[in-house]
């Protein structure tokens, strides 16, 4: 019997004893892959132990629930800091500049903060602490770092302002996610960070089409809102009283002083002394789809802007500048005279035969278009996708009453009246696409869109425009309104798509002032024009299908805007401008063995800087268009002072 111990226990025999031990650790006979498989098994069965075993249910479960909510509230918060960066940056710098790096760093900022956790975990072991104290004072930091935009520009403002708040915001919520998920090694941990992260990605391609839409319907839903919601959330992920009493001050000052979100007095008292060294008054301003939007009074010069984001819909004198008084005795007299070339729709000859004139007005702008054709007796259809845009026209600027407004997006307007919006329903087999069909014909069509150095990019396609044909009279003439460089691809690109659609003989593009022969003309040669068409062709194909009668006194309105730039002078001549050549239509003749052929542009110089604008060539038009929108910036700060921009 073997010897009892100090217990009473018997003694184990070596044999069993290393029987006995084996459970735990390697005998001195187990190769080195047992003993490596042994190692992890043993690891594995530690941390399931930490996880489960040595937590009752209840609290396991509550663990469970909080790191559920915990993941899914620090997606939002760096959601939050993105899209809410997006919405400020952009009245300051305009939105194509605040997105042109801003995926990709912000995406950095997020691979970086969950990479961190295995050297910060030891240094930062509550990042969320850090996160609250943040994010309560980004919109503090954006308004004092805005002082600095006209020094760095509109292409490294942007990044030097996100890098000090939106991008740290975003780490930090990266950090603490890859904390809260701790897998066990770097392997395990990839897979979560993965999701999170391709997550996070698509949550910032979609904020604008499922965010966008309803900004500025709710006080949550505005750029201080979703930016106020960052800094709630990542207090209350916190869990530490001192941290988010630190994190108050932060947002009581964005609710009381910081003028970019607050219109209580303190706020508006900066915001008032600012614009008033520049002899501007905020008359009004609210954030919506398109931007943030407001009315600004000049005092000295008496003139009335309509703003969106960084960029200018249009303006009205209030009273007639100096040098002009006594020109003017009817309409109001626009700002930007180019928007009065618009109605010269009603100029072309042969005009429509139609008796009650009927127009549709694609974008608003002030209304000076819609009041000008309206006061020429014309029905007048406004399509215009931003509710406060008409609001402002109407209150601010005096936009008439006396038209049908749709206040929707173009492209959803014209698939609806051409028949072509018809969906099939969830499980339904697909149907052959729809023949367009216009409900309604118009004899005028003014199309104005562009803002911001940049247009939105879907309503000049092929496939818009072919519809915008559709709802064109067959003796009907449309206007389209652009501004850029004629020397850069955007502007080659939409007029060779508009002179595709409606054919080069049916078209004539009209610039707003005297190209002169400088040096300076052959580098950049930025203008506004406007490209009119009609539907119907010339008799004699190779000549051109419409001319302009001369206006008569009564069509001026009593403003000198009109009788200065109504009538279209300026023509380009685009076969020469951008090397392009006609060919003329072939007639079939059996004797002579031709087919019949279309009308054709070829190219004539060696150029391969424009496209025809259709769903496939959208993304590398957008990317053409960076380059005028940030150049548009340029050309907007010598409108009024950085100051007033930077001020919204």
């Given at each position: 019997m073997p010897p009892k111990t100090r217990s009473g226990s018997a003694r184990a025999t070596p044999s069993k004893a290393g029987a006995a031990k084996g459970n735990t650790a390697a005998s001195s006979n187990q190769s080195p892959e047992e003993i490596a498989a042994l190692a992890r098994e043993q690891a594995s069965k530690a941390h399931y132990d930490k996880l489960i075993n040595r937590k009752p249910p209840a609290e396991a479960l509550k663990d469970a629930v909080f790191l559920i909510f915990g993941q899914f509230a620090l997606i939002v918060i760096a959601l939050a800091a993105s899209y809410g960066s997006q919405l400020t940056l952009a009245p300051v710098y305009g939105s194509a500049a605040?997105?042109?790096?801003?995926?990709?760093?912000?995406?950095?900022?997020?691979?970086?903060?969950?990479?961190?956790?295995?050297?910060?975990?030891?240094?930062?072991?509550?990042?969320?602490?850090?996160?609250?104290?943040?994010?309560?004072?980004?919109?503090?930091?954006?308004?004092?770092?805005?002082?600095?935009?006209?020094?760095w520009g509109n292409e490294y403002g942007p990044i030097v302002t996100e890098a000090l708040t939106a991008y740290p915001v975003i780490f930090l919520a990266a950090l603490q996610a890859a904390i809260w998920i701790d897998r066990g090694g770097i392997v395990a941990d990839a897979v979560p960070g993965l999701a999170t992260f391709k997550l996070f990605q698509s949550l910032i391609d979609?904020?604008?089409?499922?965010?966008?839409?309803?900004?500025?319907?709710?006080?949550?839903?505005?750029?201080?809102?979703?930016?106020t919601l960052m800094g709630v959330l990542s207090s209350v992920l916190s869990l530490n009283n001192k941290l988010v009493a630190l994190a108050v001050p932060g947002l009581i000052q964005t609710f009381l002083s910081n003028p970019m979100c607050s219109n209580m007095d303190p706020a508006q008292a900066v915001m008032t002394e600012t614009l008033n060294k520049h002899n501007f008054t905020l008359v009004a301003r609210a954030d919506s789809i398109t931007g943030y939007i407001s009315v600004l009074d000049n005092n000295f010069h008496n003139y009335r802007l309509l703003r969106a984001d960084h960029s200018l819909l249009g303006g009205e004198w209030v009273k007639p500048p100096v040098g002009f008084e006594g020109q003017g005795s009817g309409e109001k007299e626009?700002?930007?005279?180019?928007?009065?070339?618009?109605?010269?729709?009603?100029?072309?000859?042969?005009?429509?035969?139609?008796?009650?004139?009927?127009?549709?007005?694609?974008?608003?702008?002030?209304?000076?278009v819609v009041n000008g054709l309206l006061r020429q007796s014309v029905a007048v259809d406004l399509v215009e996708i931003d509710p406060i845009v008409h609001k402002y026209a109407t209150e601010y600027f005096g936009l008439l009453p006396n038209h049908t407004a749709y206040i929707e997006d173009a492209a959803a307007f014209a698939r609806r009246q051409t028949g072509t919006d018809v969906v099939p329903k969830f499980g339904e087999e697909k149907v052959a696409e729809p023949v367009p069909v216009a409900k309604k014909q118009y004899d005028y069509i003014v199309h104005d869109v562009f803002t911001g150095g940049a247009v939105p990019a879907s309503l000049f396609t092929v496939d818009f425009l072919e519809k915008l044909k559709i709802l064109l009279a067959e003796d009907g003439v449309i206007a389209i309104n652009y501004a850029g460089d004629l020397l850069l691809p955007p502007a080659r690109?939409?007029?060779?798509?508009?002179?595709?659609?409606?054919?080069?003989?049916?078209?004539?593009?009209?610039?707003?002032?005297?190209?002169?022969?400088?040096?300076?003309?052959?580098?950049?040669d930025f203008t506004n024009m406007v490209v009119f068409c009609t539907k119907k062709g010339p008799e004699v194909p190779g000549t051109p299908s419409f001319k302009f009668r001369r206006p008569r006194e009564e069509e001026f309105l009593g403003t000198f805007s009109r009788k200065r730039c109504l009538y279209p002078e300026w023509k380009i001549n685009v076969e020469e401008q951008f090397g392009w050549k006609m060919l003329p239509a072939v007639e079939a003749n059996e004797e002579a063995g031709t087919v019949a052929q279309p009308a054709q542009r070829v190219r004539v110089k060696e150029t391969d800087d424009y496209v025809l604008?259709?769903?496939?060539?959208?993304?590398?038009?957008?990317?053409?268009?960076?380059?005028?929108?940030?150049?548009h910036w340029s050309v907007m700060r010598t409108v009024f002072p950085g100051e007033v921009w930077e001020n919204p």
């Open positions: 605040a997105g042109l790096h801003h995926r990709k760093l912000a995406s950095a900022a997020y691979i970086l903060g969950w990479a961190s956790k295995f050297v910060l975990s030891g240094v930062i072991p509550r990042p969320a602490f850090l996160l609250a104290a943040w994010a309560c004072y980004v919109p503090y930091l954006q308004t004092y770092l805005f002082q600095f935009s006209e020094n979609l904020a604008p089409i499922t965010i966008g839409p309803y900004i500025g319907k709710n006080e949550l839903l505005t750029r201080c809102g979703i930016e626009p700002v930007y005279a180019i928007f009065v070339m618009l109605e010269a729709v009603r100029l072309v000859e042969p005009q429509p035969k139609s008796e009650d004139k009927k127009a549709l007005v694609i974008g608003a702008g002030i209304g000076t690109s939409i007029i060779y798509t508009i002179l595709s659609v409606f054919g080069n003989d049916n078209c004539q593009v009209f610039r707003e002032d005297e190209p002169v022969d400088t040096p300076e003309r052959k580098i950049k604008l259709k769903r496939e060539t959208i993304e590398k038009f957008s990317q053409w268009q960076m380059e005028s929108a940030i150049g």
